[in-house]
């Protein structure tokens, strides 16, 4: 199992140099570069919901990035310590709620946000989100293809 | 947001020259889109070959400005590489872009 921790402060901008991270780390993992980027999204998106909802857009407050590889999957979790996720939000992220159909042919009825959870609920293999008295945990797990570099 | 613009004909032809359109600049993405619309800029091609990444705020931004422009005017797309075409695509948005190899074809279709 390898493993690596990383934490940014809760400001948009510092968004982008966990995501750059976690994608060189995937790339080092033995992830191709669709993956690799799959997973950057994914961590940009759940990262950028902490700041946004869980802290409001306060600046100041922890966002984490752990990364733990096994031989089979990629554990990737944002963790905040800010107000949790609503349980509507839980749900469509665990289950997928406003699958990416064929968008309206009325243009101004199509949304310009609401798609983050959405994409890692379809990018991930696996998600959960364990909300303790501690801090709230996005958890994803990416399955690995049999020619990874792990150990 | 850094633009290089050039103008073919009535099309105004704007390169993204930041390699990620992110939560954290869509708000002044979205705000220069707005810009060139205000400005009486109709047709409208953005050139996005330099851009490596971008994520649901930065493809919401470009919502917003296609509804901005409306049907009377054009947005249209070119030089997505493989990581950005694969947004469009998951999210169904390919659909709604028109989106191009080339300025050059771009600007054919929005010249018609």
Redesign the interface.
């Known amino acids: 199992m390898k493993s690596l921790g990383l934490g940014i402060e809760s400001d948009l901008g510092n968004v982008n140099l966990v995501a750059v991270a976690t994608n060189r780390v995937c790339r080092e993992l033995g992830l191709d570069e669709s993956r690799a980027g799959q997973i950057e999204l994914c961590v940009a998106e759940a990262a950028t919901n902490a700041i946004r909802h869980a802290y409001q857009g306060q600046p100041g407050h922890l966002v984490e990035v752990r990364l733990s590889a096994s031989h089979e999957e990629l554990q990737v979790e944002v963790i905040d310590r800010g107000t949790p996720m609503p349980l509507k939000h839980q749900q469509a992220l665990l289950k997928g709620s406003k699958p990416f159909d064929v968008p309206p042919a009325d243009l101004r009825s199509l949304a310009e946000g609401g798609r983050g959870l959405q994409i890692i609920f379809e990018l991930m293999d696996k998600v959960s989100y364990v909300s303790g008295e501690a801090n709230n945990r996005l958890i994803m797990t990416k399955r690995l293809p049999a020619n990874s570099t792990m150990s | 947001m850094r633009f290089e613009e050039r103008r073919i004909d009535d099309v105004l032809v704007a390169k993204v020259l930041e390699s990620?359109i992110?939560?954290?600049v869509a708000a002044p993405f979205k705000q220069a889109l707005v810009d060139y619309i205000i400005n009486g800029n109709r047709r409208l091609v953005l050139d996005l070959s330099d851009v490596t990444?971008i994520?649901?705020?930065g493809?919401?931004?470009l919502?917003?400005s296609?509804?901005a422009i409306g049907?009377d005017g054009e947005l249209a797309l070119c030089g997505a590489r493989?990581?950005v075409a694969?947004?469009f695509k998951?999210?169904?948005?390919n659909?709604?872009f028109r989106m191009f190899s080339t300025p050059d074809d771009a600007v054919a279709a929005c010249s018609r």
């Open positions: 990620r992110s939560a954290d990444f994520d649901s705020s493809l919401g931004a919502i917003g296609l509804k049907e493989e990581t694969n947004m998951l999210t169904r948005m659909k709604v």
